[in-house]
């Protein structure tokens, strides 16, 4: 009995769609855009937003090429929710120091020279969709956009005052879209390759889901940049403007094959852009 | 930096809510709806909804009885979506041996008799609550609702035809809420306790995240009723038609302390109905 086997081979499945999409239906990702973290569990690959969140990626980058993040750690897995893991520096793993400057809040930005691909269904949050390969949403009367909480987007850990994340601890979500983060907690990008060998670690058992001992957490080799590593994995994401996209969205919300009832309508944390590897 | 603690200690948060509420508003499951299934990762705790799929149930409570789950395995771990075990016979798990009988779809049921407080968000997919515990769908003209897929659900594995699902392999939920599925597999119950000991399994790296060999399962100890066990743990689960549900809805759509934009909405399944051990 195998679940959804049908879905894969029915004509005009979102699979299908995708692994036939023609190569002008790919972006590149830039490889000073895209973050490499090594672990004993492999390459957790990432995708960042400058265009959402410019100060923080600019801090982090910064954080990468200082080499803050290697000898870091797994530091918290809570199920249905985040893996999150810290530079050396930083108050969860290894020695304390000081932390970085504070950043500005970056929840939202602009909606001017976005083009945004709308979802087609309802969103009990705001209006949303996609831009650029990134799950979005919109507040036209206000004049802003910022990226969502889905499943693999990741953000920074921040305390409670809203401008004190320095870019020093992340988290990926590994569960359901936890949307009231959204505009909230600064979004910084999305894991595109991976993340299979993170959600799948041990969840910590102190308080949300931090590890009690330091033997627990998984330590972190390095974390680079693609743009620094000679060979180093490159992937694409596909066009969120394209005409294909246009097709996975509408397949998403209208399945076939084993499917009896097509829902004609999707939330946006339920459509994953497709990414694959660069051919 | 400790994302969301101070959720966990502002006044009227969701998780206060729940740890003060009242004894009133939790109704006990009852032992003959509680299944355990029990591997070296653990118990896992699932709440049967007989009022929903009454024939599924019932096949897979025969099939408990007759022990055929035990010694079965998990056989499938997709990343963002399910985990799913089979009995012995299944054709997945041990040797290949006759099917049970297939079983009618269970898709949906009347709404008569359904008192479903209503999620108070729009849904994209469908009118949505909860009703006595469960998050439910429902359409008015046709007159019926349905059990969603949200994380934690679980549903009867089945292959293309509507009907030939047995009961014999069953999954749970493991990323964000599947919601395409609803209506379109029957869904038997959902997880009340030990998911996080099994969506931490590895993921299965054949199609559709199967275990290339049975190595890789993880073998079924035994899976029983809690009404034939004794000193069985038991769990209570907040009944959704209390003042203290409608008092913790409201404050999952509208988050305060660490929040500083609260989302005034939420979706159905970023809303787990509270469930705790029974006192």
């Known amino acids: 009995m195998i679940l959804l086997l049908t879905a894969l081979i029915a004509a005009a499945s979102p699979s299908e769609i995708a692994a036939s999409a023609p190569a002008t239906a790919w972006r590149t990702i830039a490889p000073e855009n895209l973050l490499l973290l090594e672990t004993a569990r492999g390459t957790l690959a990432i995708e960042l937003a400058p265009d959402f969140a410019p100060a923080h990626i600019a801090a982090i980058k910064a954080l990468v090429v200082a080499g803050r993040f290697d000898g870091g750690a797994i530091t918290r897995v809570q199920d249905n929710y985040v893996v999150q893991w810290a530079a050396r520096a930083s108050p969860l793993a290894g020695p304390p120091g000081p932390p970085g400057p504070a950043l500005p809040a970056e929840y939202e930005r602009s909606d001017k020279g976005l083009a945004i691909t709308p979802l087609g269904s ?23 956009a910022w990226l969502t909480h889905c499943y693999a987007s990741v953000g920074v850990g921040r305390d409670n005052p809203p401008d004190t994340g320095d870019g020093s601890e992340l988290y990926a979500v590994i569960g359901h879209g936890p949307r009231h983060l959204d505009r909230n907690i600064t979004l910084v990008g999305r894991v595109v390759s ?7 670690l041990p969840r910590g058992t102190a308080e949300l889901g931090f590890y009690k001992t330091p033997a627990e957490q998984t330590p972190i080799v390095h974390v680079r940049l693609a743009s620094s590593v000679a060979d180093a994995l490159r992937f694409q994401v596909m066009d969120t403007a394209s005409a294909t996209f246009a097709a996975y969205l509408h397949a998403r919300a209208n399945r076939t094959g084993f499917f009896v009832r ?11 852009v497709p990414v694959r590897r660069a051919p």
């Not at 097509?262 to 994953?272: F, G, H, I, R, Y």
Request: contains cysteine.
């Open 122 to 144: 309802v969103d009990p949050y705001a209006e949303s969709g996609f831009a650029n390969g990134w799950p979005v949403a919109r507040d036209r009367k206000a004049g802003t």
């Open 194 to 200: 991976g993340i299979e060998n993170y959600s799948s």
């Open 262 to 272: 097509p829902a004609d309508a999707t939330d946006l944390c339920n459509v994953q």
